[in-house]
């Protein structure tokens, strides 16, 4: 079904929806970050628009995930690796905890950048007639990205399910 009007996001809205529905979803969040390259910030976007009923057309889509990927290699996944790296032989370990919290606090503003950054991107696009339909958006993300999306139809299926679920949003 196509969105009938576009609605204005609101970032912080968006991330609250983040924040609930993150830890239901964190480990098959982590899993596809790390096998197919998904970027967990788009992928809570689109179940997002999901639940707000918008949607994207194709062109939308690849903008948005073009507008992730530089931002998201430069600054949120150059943190993230800086933060993986510890322990450090090189610091006591008395030492690493603190920085390791720094660099985790960074690194989740930088996540809440990649979301402001998709909201208002999302606010800017003109309202398309040839929109997919919203509860498909995730499956032409995965094969944006060259995922497996029919060996991941059930897992789809449960994200879709456990964002539908969440009250408030």
């Known amino acids: ?40 910030n788009l992928l809570l976007f689109l ?37 993986r790296t510890l322990p450090s032989p090189w610091l006591e370990s008395d030492m690493q905890q603190p920085l390791r919290q720094q660099l985790l606090s960074t690194e989740l503003a930088a996540e809440k950048l990649e979301q402001q950054l998709l909201v208002q991107q999302f606010n800017q696009l003109s309202l398309s007639s040839d929109v997919l339909p919203h509860s498909q958006l995730l499956d032409h993300y995965l094969l944006l990205i060259n995922a497996p999306v029919e060996q991941l139809d059930a897992e789809i299926l449960d994200l879709y399910q456990q964002s539908q679920q969440l009250e408030g949003f």
């Open 47 to 83: 179940l997002y628009l999901d639940k707000q009923q918008q949607s994207l057309n194709e062109t939308q889509l690849q903008q948005l995930e073009d507008l992730l990927k530089h931002f998201s290699t430069e600054v949120t996944q150059s943190i993230r690796a800086l933060r």
């Open 1 to 40: 079904m196509q969105n009938s009007g576009k609605k204005t996001l609101n970032s912080e809205q968006f991330w609250l929806y983040s924040l609930s529905l993150y830890p239901a979803i964190k480990d098959l969040c982590l899993q596809w970050q790390d096998n197919f390259g998904v970027n967990i």
